[in-house]
T-cell receptor
């Protein structure tokens, strides 16, 4: 059974600082997705990573995928308050039917 | 149209009621999904339809009954729910191969009283 774990579960950081969220998964996969969720809202797609070594950047966020280590990272550069949200990674384990299995989530609070 | 539309946005129902959640997409996606999300938890997969056929049921209780009338529509019929079934229900769709990711609807906030 695929397990997807994120670290840390809660992150409080100051504006202007850098930090990284880690996503580890337990079985082979080369399809990993990052989502953002604001309180009471749905999931907003941030990044789609489909191969080993994939790196994508959008604004202050950069995501990478290492399929050999079964690890993805979401790096935050010079955090701003607007980035406060819960971030989920999700893995598609492949097989006959595509599906997403979500990580435990990281609640990010950026303090002024 | 690049959206997944879910209705209603909010639903309050009694334990003896029968209600349905609806999900619609017009992106030509061939896979559609139901997820359940409790507060402060990640979404949990419930059902997957692929080419209008049920391909995954994650051991969901029979009081939840999915239906896929056509490639654009996905329903979730609810009957005799329990208060612990209160949650955010999310619908998603994806193109075959998922190279473009999964698109989620805005969700239905369900409260069972």
């Amino acid at each position: 059974e695929l397990k997807v774990e994120q670290n840390p579960l809660f992150l409080s950081m100051q504006e202007g600082k850098n930090y990284t969220i880690y996503c580890n998964y337990s079985t082979t996969s080369d399809r990993l997705y990052w989502y953002r969720q604001d309180p009471g809202k749905s999931l907003e797609s941030l990044f789609v990573l489909l191969s080993n070594g994939a790196v994508k950047q959008e604004g202050r966020l950069m995501a990478s995928l290492d399929t050999k280590a079964r690890l993805s990272t979401l790096h935050i550069t010079a955090a701003v308050h607007d980035l406060s949200a819960t971030y989920f990674c999700a893995v598609d384990p492949g097989g006959a039917t595509n599906k997403l299995i979500f990580g435990t989530g990281t609640l990010l609070a950026v303090q002024p | 149209d690049t959206e997944v539309t879910q209705t209603p946005k909010h639903l309050v129902m009694g334990m003896t009621n029968k209600k349905s959640l609806k999900c619609e997409q017009h992106m030509g996606h061939r896979a559609m999904y139901w997820y359940k999300q409790k507060a402060k938890k990640p979404p949990e997969l419930m059902f997957v339809y692929s080419y209008e056929k049920l391909s995954i049921n994650e051991s969901v209780p029979s009081r939840f009954s999915p239906e896929c009338p056509n490639s654009s529509l996905l329903n979730l019929h609810l009957h005799a729910l329990q208060p612990e079934d209160s949650a955010l229900y999310l619908c998603a769709s994806s193109q075959d191969g998922t190279n473009y990711g999964y698109t989620f609807g805005s969700g239905t906030r369900l409260t069972v009283v």
